[in-house]
Each structure stands twice: as structure tokens, then as C-alpha cells.
């Protein structure tokens, strides 16, 4: 199974005026974690999506969209 999980993550940062390390700071984890979560090198844990959508205050959806492999 060769889903990837796609993120929307830049563009909501880039919508706040946010660099990573403001964004990591403000959801408890690193800045390298952002940054692999943007580069689709991590996939995200359900809590740290949790907090990304809590601190947005949208839903999962809207950051991270599970595209099923072809």
C-alpha cells in the first residue's frame, strides 16, 4: 500500500504569517518536524494533526488529504 498522506500545511502558515519555528513553538514540537511534515518526509502522528487543525480551528481535512495509491 503506497498511500500518501498530501498537506495544505505551508499555505495555512503562510495565511497566519507564520515561520516554522513560531508555528512549532505554539503546538509543543520541533521546527524540523514542521519541516518534514511540509517536505511529506514524516508523516504526522493523529496528535500532533490534532493540534495543527485544533490551532488552525479547522478540521484534519483541510491540512492533510490522504491520496490512495493508482
Known amino acids: 500500500m503506497d498511500d500518501q ?3 495544505n500545511l505551508p499555505a495555512f502558515r503562510a495565511q497566519q504569517g507564520l515561520s516554522q ?3 512549532a513553538d505554539a ?3 520541533s521546527r524540523k518536524t514542521i ?3 511540509e517536505t ?3 508523516t ?3 496528535v500532533i494533526a490534532l493540534k495543527l487543525a485544533n490551532y ?4 484534519v481535512e483541510e ?3 490522504l491520496e490512495p495509491s493508482s
Open 5 to 7: 498522506v498530501l498537506n
Open 21 to 23: 519555528q513560531e508555528l
Open 27 to 29: 503546538i509543543g514540537v
Open 35 to 37: 519541516s518534514t511534515i
Open 40 to 42: 511529506r518526509r514524516f
Open 44 to 46: 504526522p502522528s493523529v
Open 56 to 59: 488552525f480551528n479547522v478540521p
Open 63 to 65: 491540512i492533510f488529504v
